[in-house]
């Protein structure tokens, strides 16, 4: 006697699958402004856990201990660069609004550093004092209105800053819990990849989890230790706004860059205002600054497993137009890994050939 196979109650299966889609959007929709952050801090903490379990395991041997000493260290690397280039906008954005607020045809500037141009600097300065003085009237009306727009775009960046500087503390938190927890976190994450795919989803996240420790070491580590280096020349030559200038270095450092950018214009600065000392220590600093990344990159990360420059830079200038200034962590980190599990999927067709 044949069994009969049990219908299958359609209704039943619609109304299951579209419960279980409204409790995932509303889960997604409850943490949506927390995801960014948890996603920057899941990164980091899988970058830095070979770090951290040799802290907790060779060196002072007590978890607690090496947590706190995680977290200062993300916190000196992450938090403290974004609130110093917070400071630097504030004070730029207020300087600029006294100096627009005062702003006449008596007070346009004069331009004196024209004169330290060598050869056309000083007929451009008496140009400039020309213009002043015979159209004054005609160039402050064109000036002010660019110049108030551009002390707006200031202060609007002042907020884009803010809200990096929250994300950055959701960030902390978030990685403070993966730290505590991380061997569950993971095991979860393992098995649910298996409950999907059996075996090779568990793959996938191993694989994923080496692709993303691959890049925060040839990356994001050697753009930090770029930009400090810079940053500390910066510091040493006495440039103005160096926080913010090191902060720029380090997206250029991310972008793959280098620090170059920067640094050449402080030189030429320093060069026309007189001190050729400190220009000529400064210009020496760029060239060991902007070599680091040959030294560094390979005693970081295996030439065999680097990840291709241009899949990285469409990362991060992607990455940065979808989310902002956290998308220079995700973008290129979510790019390699996304290749890595393609390529490795397409190459299993080798092995079974």
Excluded at 221 to 248: D, E, H, K, N, R
Aim: net charge positive.
């Amino acid at each position: 006697m044949i069994a009969s196979r049990p219908q299958r109650d359609v209704p039943q299966i619609l109304f299951s699958v579209l419960l279980i889609l409204t409790m995932l959007c509303c889960c997604v929709w409850i943490v949506k402004p927390f995801i960014l952050s948890v996603i920057w801090a899941g990164l980091i903490t899988i970058a830095t856990w070979p770090l951290f379990t040799l802290l907790q395991r060779k060196i002072v041997r007590r978890r607690g201990v090496a947590i706190l000493l995680m977290m200062l260290f993300l916190s000196a690397i992450f938090l403290l660069p974004v609130i110093l280039s917070a400071t630097a906008f504030t004070v730029m954005a207020q300087d600029a609004l006294h100096w627009l607020m005062q702003l006449d045809m008596a007070h346009l500037p004069t331009c004196e550093f024209l004169n330290r141009i060598p050869k056309i600097g000083p007929h451009l300065h008496d140009k400039w004092l020309g213009l002043i003085h015979s159209d004054s009237a005609v160039l402050f009306g064109t000036l002010k209105p660019w110049l108030m727009k551009c002390a707006t775009l200031l202060i609007n960046e002042l907020t884009h800053i803010g809200s990096l500087l929250v994300n950055g503390v959701l960030m902390l938190v978030s990685c403070l819990v993966f730290y505590l927890h991380g061997e569950r976190i993971a095991r979860g994450f393992r098995h649910f990849a298996r409950r999907i795919a059996q075996g090779r989803g568990e793959t996938a996240v191993v694989l994923a989890g080496k692709t993303i420790q691959v890049v925060a070491m040839g990356i994001v580590l050697t753009a930090v230790i770029q930009s400090a280096f810079a940053g500390i020349g910066l510091l040493i030559c006495q440039i103005p706004a160096a926080a913010l200038l090191t902060g720029m270095i380090f997206v250029l450092c991310l972008m793959q860059l280098g620090p170059v950018i920067v640094m050449l214009p402080a030189v030429a600065w320093l060069f026309w205002s007189g001190m050729h000392g400190m220009a000529s220590l400064l210009l020496a600093w760029t060239v060991v600054a902007g070599a680091l990344d040959n030294f560094i990159k390979p005693l970081l990360i295996n030439r065999s497993a680097d990840t291709s420059v241009l899949l990285i830079m469409i990362g991060v200038i992607g990455g940065m137009l979808a989310w902002g200034m956290i998308g220079l962590f995700i973008g290129p980190v979510l790019l390699a890994v996304s290749w890595r599990l393609l390529s490795t999927w397409v190459s299993e067709v080798d092995f079974r050939a």
